[in-house]
């Protein structure tokens, strides 16, 4: 691994990518602005939805192009969370994500010196694509949680919205951890997180793959499931395999055996993931908006069903999850990866 990663670096010298990509990759949490989306487009109605459907929860379609049905959201604080930008209203999951969000913040407070988890984007109310921020989070089983750790006091609305980002990743060096910001809890936090049974996968940035395949000298049988993905340098990105019986959910496919600290973590130390597209002699095609019909013809029946009597009546994970957290009222940060890189 330390050989593959050496080359790698001598051949990002060769094409001085370094100061580009390394200073591209620090601010790589800033939202993805998009154009606003078109009146009847999935974003624009999937966006405008405030509250989540009644009856069982159901994820419908794949995480990047599916909707979601009888949706709980994360309380807006708990004993060792709190969530984040709440004008978004993105903390609506599966039962099962907001259980394992919770769990993983007792346990980490418990057992990791982390004292509570700043939860941002989970989904959508009743799922969808998002006007910005993602491709995923569609169908209630990817959750984002940002690498600072949660402050002593309850924040206010005002200081949910504004707290800004905190990069791993060094200012001046190409894909390099900045000690100065990277604990050990960081470390058994990422691996917390991954031990448990229902989460999948989770992306993190390529700089902090490799800062673990390096540092870690516990149990490595879950090292694996941390993937290396654009962006994902000031939090990571828990995701969950479609739970069992859950008829229409689309999985992914496994995750490869091992560790994950090979060739195709070197990879994204080499030139290939950061070249300019070949110039063609065709003009661009301008990409096509989602629409609603272009999603499972479930997630048309999602929109048109009843809602939840209220937000505060939809918010908690204890339903069927078999926690018990504090609730209130208030309603919830993310990224986008770059379509040409893929997702992993």
């Not at 989460?199 to 049988?221: H, L, Q, Y």
């Amino acid at each position: 691994m330390a050989s593959l990663l050496a080359r790698a670096f001598r051949t990002i010298g060769k094409f001085s990518l370094a100061t580009s990509i390394g200073m591209g990759l620090v601010a790589s949490d800033a939202l993805a602005q998009q154009a606003t989306p078109s009146p009847g487009s999935a974003k624009a109605v999937f966006g405008a939805v405030t509250l989540p459907t009644q009856g069982a929860p159901q994820s419908i379609g794949f995480y990047a192009k599916g909707c979601l049905a009888g949706a709980v959201a994360l309380p807006a604080d708990g004993p060792t969370w709190q969530a984040m930008r709440p004008s978004r209203n993105r903390r609506w999951g599966r039962p099962e994500t907001i259980g394992l969000l919770e769990r993983l913040s007792r346990d980490a407070a418990k057992n990791d010196g982390w004292p509570g988890l700043l939860v941002g984007d989970i989904s959508q109310p009743r799922g969808g694509p998002m006007i910005n921020g993602h491709a995923s989070h569609q169908i209630g089983l990817d959750a984002d949680v940002w690498l600072t750790p949660m402050p002593r006091r309850k924040m206010t609305a005002e200081e949910r919205e504004a707290m800004p980002f905190t990069t791993m990743l060094a200012k001046d060096k190409f894909l390099t951890i900045n000690d100065k910001v990277w604990t050990p809890a960081h470390a058994r936090l990422l691996m917390r997180a991954a031990s448990y049974p229902e989460v999948e996968r989770i992306f993190v940035n390529p700089a902090i793959k490799k800062k673990m395949c390096e540092t870690w000298t516990g149990d490595r049988s879950n090292l694996g499931k941390l993937r290396p993905e654009y962006g994902h340098d000031s939090h990571f990105h828990i995701r969950l395999r479609c739970p069992p019986g859950s008829v229409g959910c689309t999985g992914q496919a496994p995750v490869a055996a091992g560790d994950g600290c090979d060739k195709s973590l070197a990879w994204w130390f080499g030139p290939e993931p950061w070249a300019k597209p070949k110039p063609s002699t065709k003009p661009p095609v301008k990409p096509r908006e989602v629409m609603v019909a272009d999603l499972p013809k479930a997630c048309q029946a999602v929109l048109a069903a009843p809602s939840a009597a209220s937000a505060r009546s939809a918010a908690s994970g204890d339903k069927a999850a078999g926690v018990s957290a504090e609730t209130d009222a208030m309603p919830v940060s993310g990224d986008t990866p770059p379509g040409q890189i893929p997702q992993q």
